[in-house]
Every structure is written in C-alpha cells, then in structure tokens.
C-alpha cells in the first residue's frame, strides 16, 4: 500500500476523532427516549410516504446525471441512456460504501462500456463537480438575494449576504478560469513544466490535470450544450433541495416541517462543507455538520435528539439510499465494486506516474 493510501486515511481519522471530542460533552446530556420518540414519529404513515418520495428524488437525480454525461459524449459517441444510468447508480453505491477510492468507478465504468480512453472520462467527470459547484452556487445566491421578496426568513441575512456575493465572485472567477483553460490549457501546462518545482511529482500532476480539465471542455461543443449541461445540473440540485424538504417533513414536528427550499438549500450547504470529511460506510462529517446546524441556537435552533434524527435520516435517504439499486445493478452486470474501484484507482496512478 502506498504511503498517499495509508496517510489521507489517517488524516481523516484524526479529524473525525477531534469532531466527536469536541461533541462529546454534547453527547453525554443526550436523551435517547427523546431521539427514540422523534425517530418513532417518522413511522407513522405520513412520515413514510414523505420518506418514499424523498428516495425517488434521489433516484431521479442519478438518471439526470446520466442525461448530463450523454450531453458531455455527444461529440465523440452516440451513448446510450440504458448504458449510461447503471453506471450512475454503481459508481455512487462504490462511492458510500468505499469512500473516496470509490469516486473514480463511475468513469471507469463508463469509459470500458463506451469503449472510451479513462483519461477522457476523468476529464468529464472533473468538469462534472464544477456544474455541480457552479449550479449549486448559483441556486444559494437566488436563495440568499430573492428570499426577503417572497417572504421568506432566513437567519443572518446580512452575513448571509456577504456570502452570496463571495459565491458570485468565486462563480465569476470558476468561468474565466474554465474558459483559459479551453483556450489555453495546453500554454498554461507547457510553462508550468518548464519551472523548477519544489516537488516534480505534483508539478506533473498538476500539468496533466490541467490537460484532462482542458480536455473535458472541450467536450462542450456549442452553446446549446452549455445550456443543456447548466439546466440539467441546476435540476439535479434543486431536486435534491426537494428531497431534503420531503424527509424534513417527514417529522411532524413544527421545527422542521416549516423548513422549506429557502431553508434546506443553507442546510445542504453546510452538508456539502462536511462531506470533505468523510469515511467508508460511515460519512462523518457531513452528517456532523447538519445536525451542528440544524441544532444552533443562532440558526435553526431544533432540538438536539431532533436534530440527530433528522440528520442521520438525511444521510441515510440522501447518500446510502442507492446501495440496494447499485448492488442489484453491479451483480446483473457482474462487476464488483473493488475490482473497479482497484482497477480504475491503478489506471489513475500510472497516469500520474507516467512519463510525460
């Protein structure tokens, strides 16, 4: 195993065990009756049925996802749907019950069955987070700066407006950025090679992620595509705010059923923040940092038993609800997750390795 294997893991770890430290005094006055008599709530028929819809918004989003990477091969292949949504729906199962080694299966997976080079597909799927970055801002700043004309409350308003026109800016600065990148990739890696970094290893990393982001790019061929690519990634996102309303409102206490989209796009914010925090199987922070939010006195203020709940509840329906359907996927197209996960994991550091 490499030493990059054997110490991110760690690194995790250490700040996952100072996360629940700091927790620990929380933890100790919890009231499990309370957390059982909330979660029970969620039983009740109408709580299942809110839970139901929230899976198949889930659901839905992986099928647009598969739509959205269909726009990104049409200049090179005629992909198909049926080829592409498996895939979706394998790759995210390799991604919650792996981790991070997970993340490069749906690639992979997609470059063997359109039988396309892995370096083209990790330039699609690097491109890929930047839609999603950029959607997910862009429906954060409509949250944040249209919110007081339909009524809407929204805690800290004035800092939360300091922080819709930082991801304004940082929106601005990611296009100017991509749009170098087409034009100039190839400049920008060729200067870089020629310094002398302190590390060669990460400069050539860092060139050649730039020619795969270069690359990936260029798959956006045409306006319309750009904006097909933007409407689909927008829909992907605003149908998981939708999601995360259906399971909040699937608890039938008030401080969570009047929670809605304004509410649930800041929530989903501070999930993003802590999925950087995460392990295989278990998460960590993503689910630290809502139950944090959801239970803050200056946000929220839901109960903490509540808060758990509901924040496990998220995770569960959120990021661990496609398992059943990626492993019923994975074995009619006899793959198995760590072999891909493996196999795609060795590809990438030859990549890297390579001479250049």
Not at 82 to 102: C, E, H, K, N, V
Not at 116 to 124: E, G, N, P, R
Not at 159 to 181: C, N, P, Q, T
Not at 328 to 345: D, K, N, T
Request: charged share 15%; glycine share 8%; aromatic share 10%.
């Amino acid at each position: 195993m490499s030493r990059k294997r054997i110490l991110i893991p760690a690194i995790v770890v250490v700040i996952l065990a100072a996360l629940l430290w700091l927790q620990f005094n929380t933890w100790r006055r919890f009231d499990w009756s309370a957390f059982a008599d909330a979660t029970s709530r969620v039983t009740e028929w109408r709580g299942i049925w809110h839970l139901l819809v929230a899976v198949a918004l889930i659901y839905f989003t992986y099928w647009l996802r598969a739509v959205r990477w269909k726009v990104f091969l049409r200049p090179v292949c005629h992909a198909r749907l049926s080829r592409l949504t498996p895939a979706q729906y394998i790759g995210f199962t390799g991604l919650a019950l792996l981790g991070r080694p997970g993340e490069l299966i749906r690639p992979y997976l997609i470059a063997r069955k359109e039988n396309l080079s892995f370096s083209s597909q990790i330039a699609v799927w690097t491109v890929e987070r930047i839609f999603d970055i950029g959607a997910f801002a862009i429906l954060v700043c409509l949250d944040v700066f249209t919110a007081g004309y339909f009524g809407q409350r929204l805690p800290h308003l004035g800092a939360l407006y300091r922080g819709g026109f930082i991801l304004v800016a940082l929106v601005v600065v990611m296009g100017l950025g991509a749009w170098a990148v087409r034009r100039h990739g190839q400049t920008v890696a060729r200067w870089l090679e020629r310094l002398k970094p302190l590390s060669p290893r990460m400069n050539e990393s860092i060139c050649r992620k730039i020619r795969a982001f270069g690359e990936g790019l260029n798959t956006i061929h045409d306006g319309i595509s750009f904006v097909q690519l933007a409407g689909v990634s927008l829909a992907i996102w605003f149908t998981i705010a939708l999601a995360y309303r259906f399971v909040l409102h699937a608890y039938p206490q008030p401080a969570l059923r009047h929670m809605h989209v304004p509410q649930v796009l800041l929530l989903m914010a501070s999930s993003i923040i802590g999925s950087l925090i995460q392990l295989p199987a278990i998460g960590g922070g993503s689910q630290l940092a809502v139950i944090s939010m959801l239970s803050s006195v200056e946000w929220f203020a839901v109960p903490h038993e509540l808060a758990v709940s509901a924040g496990m509840l998220l995770w569960l329906v959120t990021f661990m609800a496609v398992i059943p359907a990626g492993l019923i996927l994975a074995h009619r197209e006899h793959v198995s997750l760590r072999r891909l996960s493996e196999a795609s994991e060795t590809i990438a550091d030859q990549a890297v390795e390579a001479p250049g």
